[in-house]
């Protein structure tokens, strides 16, 4: 089971960490990623880990202000996201997968195993 967790209201311009702890089983094996889907909107890549997190990638929209992490150790994965604008609105979800050749599969939903239930970040202008 997958948590997300550390959403709520922000300004733009804000900092936002959101956290996906790892229950009854270990995320150690599995490649991560976040999520996110606005009202009205499909669900949009937001950015992967590759299972020993040498390898990260993010999506067009928020490359160079959003950060993916992973502590196997803690089993968690984090979303460190910053300048935050009014289009980051959405519910973001976590996900794990095990798929091979993750390198060029890290942006389709269909690869990811587990889903978290998603924690709502709402950024205000």
């Known amino acids: 089971q997958l948590q997300a967790s550390g959403g709520g209201v922000v300004q733009a311009g804000g900092s936002l960490r959101l956290s996906c702890a790892a229950s009854?089983?270990?995320?150690?094996?599995?490649?991560m990623g976040w999520f996110r889907q606005a009202p009205g909107k499909e669900r949009e890549f937001v950015a992967a880990?590759?299972?020993?997190?040498?390898?990260?990638y993010y999506g067009d929209s928020t490359k160079g202000r959003f950060t993916i992490s992973r502590d196997n150790a803690k089993n968690t994965v984090y979303l460190q996201m910053n300048s935050l604008k009014s289009e980051d609105t959405a519910v973001y979800y976590c996900?794990?997968?095990?798929?091979?050749?993750?390198?060029?599969?890290?942006?389709?939903?269909?690869?990811?195993?587990?889903w978290g239930q998603g924690t709502l970040v709402t950024v205000s202008s």
């Open positions: 996900a794990a997968g095990v798929s091979s050749f993750f390198y060029q599969t890290y942006y389709l939903t269909e690869k990811y195993n587990y």
């Open positions: 009854g089983r270990t995320i150690s094996t599995y490649n």
């Open positions: 880990i590759n299972w020993i997190g040498g390898n990260t």
